[in-house]
């Protein structure tokens, strides 16, 4: 995919995006049902070294023309405040494990498995509306954990927020120890994201939203 489609194919899909969640920012009522995001653990293999590519696009590592293996899947969704209201400058964070399993922190699987063609990381500055994006691959699982994608969010003032996002309507988070720590069933479902068929996409592409409400509002 070249990087003029790929800026369309982001940009119509944040248009429809930034549609389906506008209703979050609407003051009273509606604000007062929103979830707040869970915190959970970042886990043993957040990086103990940054990718020099630390891009939103994961698929293509600088500038290698072989892209990641896995399903090409579009994350995007918005950083908010307790009250619904856009986070602007928040640092997003998503680190996964390729389409083998294997993360890219050196005890995070079989390095002889790794793709070397997938980022891995990747981080980007949320605008206006709180908006993010990554372009990556869907989750997959390894053993023990059900396939997940951890999300960090870092605000002025601030410590970081780490969680994690699941896939919806995948049995095996029922069995994930740290899914089930969740007691709440809106808590539980707050991070489920519905991965869906982009349609007319030639290759399979998925798209998945997650929202995520933080406890607080930063300073500035």
Not at 15 to 40: I, N, Y
Not at 145 to 166: D, E, M
């Amino acid at each position: 995919m070249n990087s003029n489609t790929l800026h369309l194919l982001r940009r119509n899909f944040m248009k429809k995006s930034l549609l389906a969640s506008s209703f979050l920012t609407v003051p009273g009522a509606f604000a007062e049902q929103l979830t707040l995001t869970p915190r959970q653990t970042p886990g043993p293999f957040y990086p103990n070294k940054l990718p020099l590519d630390t891009d939103n696009d994961l698929l293509v590592l600088n500038d290698s023309l072989t892209p990641a293996v896995g399903q090409v899947t579009h994350l995007s969704g918005r950083v908010l405040g307790t009250k619904g209201n856009p986070l602007r400058n928040a640092v997003v964070e998503i680190w996964q494990v390729d389409g083998n399993g294997i993360y890219m922190h050196p005890r995070g699987g079989d390095r002889s498995k790794l793709d070397n063609h997938f980022q891995g990381y990747g981080r980007f500055l949320t605008g206006s509306t709180g908006e993010y994006y990554f372009r990556t691959i869907k989750p997959e699982p390894y053993p023990g954990r059900a396939p997940h994608i951890h999300v960090a969010v870092k605000t002025k003032g601030q410590k970081k927020f780490t969680t994690q996002c699941y896939v919806k309507g995948d049995p095996r988070n029922a069995k994930d120890f740290i899914f089930k720590s969740l007691r709440d069933p809106k808590v539980k479902a707050s991070v489920e994201v519905e991965f869906e068929k982009i349609a007319g996409s030639k290759i399979g592409e998925v798209a998945g939203r997650f929202d995520i409400v933080l406890g607080y509002t930063p300073e500035g």
